[in-house]
């Protein structure tokens, strides 16, 4: 099996025209995105809460959550990200697909749109 590895640009939602572009491996068995404290804190993202973690080990770890903009060619979305320390993989996470409306194909290991549905309710009378 093959990793997905992709160019993803982050900003701040307060201000997307300033971002930072930077290379992502694809997980689709994360929820959240990971991204280095210090770009994030550079571009301005605050953490807003805490999130506990569980390692493959067992161990417990606590890292800081906030939001983020990303772009991947044309698709743009906001998603939560996790501020990463020493040592975390920068990792682009099911939540942040889903946001820019792609999922990734698990045996190809290839992403594919995401089929965008929105429910409508008709009411005649």
């Not at 990793?3 to 930077?22: D, F, H, R, W």
């Not at 493959?56 to 906030?66: N, T």
Request: proline share 6%.
């Amino acid at each position: 099996m093959g990793l997905t590895v992709l160019e993803v640009e982050v900003g701040n939602p307060a201000n997307p025209e300033v971002a930072e572009k930077i290379e992502f491996l694809v997980d689709s068995g994360a929820i959240y995105s990971v991204v280095p404290t210090p770009l994030l804190e550079g571009l301005g993202i605050r953490p807003l809460a805490t999130q506990d973690f569980r390692l493959a080990d067992g161990s417990k770890i606590v890292r800081k959550k906030g939001g983020a903009f990303f772009r991947y060619g044309a698709r743009v979305g906001v998603a939560d990200v996790i501020f990463g320390e020493e040592g975390d993989s920068t990792l682009l996470g099911t939540f942040t697909l889903g946001a820019l409306g792609l999922s990734l194909d698990p045996l190809r290991r290839e992403l594919k749109p995401l089929p965008m549905l929105l429910a409508r309710l008709s009411i005649t009378l």
